[in-house]
């Protein structure tokens, strides 16, 4: 415990150093994106548009706000992409620690939580990041992905249908729908 204690401070002293502790963005360039706009624009868009729209969204939704933030966040990522959950679940938990607003950091710890079997630290994870941005069709899928874990596909399809109300084109939601229809559709939900 003493051992994971020291690592974190170790991770979270070396991410202060390599980074400005808080470097907000220019108010002008918070301004040229329009969350609203882009969430209407993606409910109501072509196949083709929708994806350049949830790049955009991504993009807007994984900036802290502070250039030290990101980082962690950075390394979060690579860590989950690496499959070095450990590591990952270090940077991630020092950044909900420390930006306990930033919702993608909650979402991205859960996803972490999720691949290491934790289901409880990863849905209260992504209950706190629904709860930041409720309008994250990612974290919604993923607690579609959860409840169909633990054999729920009708609260899986329910949390499968609000993401996609808010993302038509998302691919692997549409799967999902489509995996679970023949089981839900005429059933009382």
């Known amino acids: 415990m003493i051992t994971n204690s020291l690592n974190l401070k170790a ?8 980074a400005p502790f808080y470097m907000p963005f220019p108010a002008n360039a918070q301004d ?5 706009a ?7 868009a072509e196949s083709g548009q929708a994806l350049g729209l949830d790049r955009q969204l991504q993009a807007l939704w994984s900036k802290s706000g502070s250039a030290a933030m990101d980082v962690l ?4 990522v690579d860590g989950i992409e690496r499959g070095d959950l450990t590591e990952a679940i270090e940077h991630l938990t020092a950044l909900t620690d420390h ?3 930033f919702a993608h950091g909650w979402y991205q710890r859960a996803r972490a939580y ?21 309008n994250d069709y990612n974290a919604i899928f993923a607690l579609g992905n959860v409840f169909e874990h633990f054999r729920d596909p009708e609260a899986a399809y329910q949390a499968y249908l609000r993401a ?3 993302h038509p084109h998302h691919e692997d939601v549409i799967t999902a729908l489509n995996r679970l ?3 839900v559709v005429g059933k009382e939900l």
């Open 164 to 166: 996609q109300a808010i």
């Open 38 to 44: 882009l969430l209407s624009a993606l409910s109501g």
């Open 11 to 18: 991770i979270v002293a070396a991410t202060l150093m390599s």
């Open 114 to 134: 999720f691949l290491i079997g934790r289901y409880g630290p990863a849905v209260a994870d992504l209950e706190r990041a629904l709860y930041l941005n409720p």
């Open 32 to 36: 040229s994106i329009d969350e609203p």
């Open 73 to 76: 966040l950075k390394r979060g």
């Open 181 to 183: 229809r023949s089981s």
């Open 99 to 101: 930006a306990p607003d």
